[in-house]
């Protein structure tokens, strides 16, 4: 089989321009399938039984949760590639996630908290779904922290990439920990999102939500993922090829 | 100052040094060279005799914490009942923020003066020579703050039979701490005005440390068996101490680059 496709995804201009074909075919789905889900969910979907259409923000909570995590591990495997076989791409994909998937985390929040006042009649509950996503969102900003730090840019990525390492290793020990410490403080939640007999009509529209907020991120990394290649090429000459055309 | 330095060079020299003419320059490991376990415990005896020269920062740790179980009677009140209900919470955000404290030290003189970079280029294995030394900053601050918080824990009203279990907890929860704030510390050697930066970095990593030492400190206090919370804790600090030198060993390579 012929690896060459692969190797050159290590090379600067090819990732460059890879990105700029790519990103209109995860755009554009990435639109119909949020605008989809958004008229399923909010639209037709029935209102839940008990909730009664407050139901209706774990559209976007969910999601937003989701991808909060699946952006991080997707830095931290990023990072890891990067430093063990030093490819300055790899690098330059964990630092375009970091931002991300901090927005991610934060969307997460502030929809939790939202969706927590009718529910709970508080904005905020030390839920331990929520504290973990809070804790996320300081993995994410001393990610950031760290990497802002450093001025030299390559120890800036190869110290980071430790830190996403080290960062996705505890996240379940987080996770767990936080969740073992809520079971002792209160009463099992109010909120239970596992429901086993969601109805088809409310979960279609999650999934094309799921579905849509992943193309989204996708989209994302691209556009962001060119930025931090011009940035970090910028001393290189292909670059003033690409920009005189 | 003078530094003893003597030790730790021996434990080097063999590879620093052309050791039988007509040998490639100092590679030849005619001598046999000193074995990890050795390095480190020099290391580790070097680190300790330093700090015993400086005795005034020792004590700053045990101070702050002292100084942060001071305020909150004084924030909330002074009955002991309610003390005594918070006392997990007071010992141990007081053990988190004291070991924070003190973590700043580990790794910057030693980045200043060269010795790390000594370290890492001396041929030992850095894994353990980062071991080492985070096992000294464990003597000199986490056990500290470990025998210090049963008599923080006597002033919030704590009965004596919860002592021993609170000293325990204190002392392997500090082990996790010293060792997680390590890497924490490699990190952001080369950063100036890197304290609040470093906080941000070691804190949410120590957080599992702190819910369950709190909670055994808690279970302690009630005078039940405080077993599985301090089993965690241990679990805490074996996982601690196989992967966080790696990463700190790692991350101070990054740092000399």
């Keep these: 089989m012929n690896w060459s496709w692969f190797h050159r995804l290590a090379s600067p201009p090819h990732v460059y321009a890879l990105a700029a074909r790519l990103t209109p075919w995860f755009a554009w789905p990435a639109a119909v399938a949020i605008i989809a889900g958004l008229w399923g969910g909010l639209v037709l979907a029935p209102p839940d039984y008990q909730q009664g259409d407050g139901f209706r923000i774990i559209y976007v909570h969910a999601p937003s949760a989701w991808m909060s995590l699946m952006v991080y591990v997707t830095m931290a495997v990023s990072a890891a590639v990067g430093l063990v076989w030093r490819i300055k791409v790899a690098h330059a994909v964990a630092a375009s996630c970091a931002p991300i998937g901090a927005s991610f985390t934060f969307a997460a929040l502030v929809t939790g908290a939202l969706w927590g006042q009718p529910m709970w009649g508080t904005y905020w509950q030390w839920d331990p779904r929520l504290t973990s ?64 007999a969601m109805p088809l009509a409310m979960l279609l529209p999650l999934l094309l939500m799921l579905l849509g907020f992943t193309l989204f991120f996708v989209a994302l990394l691209l556009v962001r993922l060119r930025g931090e290649v011009l940035a970090r090429e910028r001393a290189a000459s292909w670059i003033r090829e690409v920009v005189s055309a | 100052m003078s530094r003893p330095e003597g030790t730790v060079a021996q434990a080097f020299r063999a590879v620093g ?60 009140s002074p009955e002991l009942a309610r003390l005594r209900e918070l006392a997990p919470g007071v010992l141990w955000v007081g053990a988190l923020l004291g070991s924070l404290l003190a973590l700043e030290f580990l790794f910057r003189d030693d980045a200043h003066d060269g010795t790390l970079e000594q370290y890492a280029l001396s041929g030992q294995s850095l894994t353990a020579l980062m071991f080492a030394k985070t096992f000294a900053h ?103 101490i196989t992967l966080a030198p790696l990463a700190s060993a790692a991350a101070v390579r990054i740092s000399l680059e």
Excluded: C
Excluded at chain 1, 158 to 171: P, T
Excluded at chain 2, 20 to 39: D, I, Q
Excluded at chain 2, 43 to 71: E, H, I, N, S, Y
Excluded at chain 2, 153 to 168: D, N, R
């Design chain 1, 133 to 196: 996503e809070l804790v996320l969102l300081f993995l994410y900003l001393g990610y950031m922290g760290l990497r802002a730090g450093i001025e030299d840019p390559q120890r800036a990525d190869r110290a980071s990439a430790v830190l996403a390492v080290v960062g996705v290793v505890n996240v379940p020990i987080i996770h767990y920990s936080v969740t073992w410490w809520n079971s002792l403080h209160q009463a099992p939640s109010v909120m239970r999102l596992a429901k086993p």
């Design chain 2, 17 to 76: 040094e052309p050791t039988a003419p007509g040998t490639a320059a100092g590679f030849a490991v005619s001598m046999p060279r000193a074995g990890a376990l050795e390095a480190a415990r020099l290391a580790l005896l070097r680190d300790l005799q330093l700090a015993f020269r400086k005795r005034g920062q020792l004590v700053q740790p045990l101070a702050f914490f002292a100084m942060v179980t001071l305020l909150f009677p004084l924030a909330i």
């Design chain 2, 138 to 240: 464990w003597l000199l601050t986490g056990l500290p703050l470990a025998l210090m918080a049963p008599i923080a824990a006597l002033s919030l009203g704590v009965a004596t039979a919860a002592l021993p279990g609170i000293l325990l907890s204190v002392a392997v929860g500090t082990v996790a701490l010293s060792l997680i704030g390590s890497i924490g510390a490699a990190l952001t050697l080369g950063i100036k005005r890197s304290g609040a930066l470093l906080s941000l970095l070691t804190l949410p990593l120590s957080l599992p440390v702190l819910i369950f030492g709190a909670r055994a400190t808690q279970l302690a206090i009630h005078g039940e068996s405080l077993l599985a919370p301090l089993e965690l804790l241990a679990a805490l600090a074996v996982l601690g």
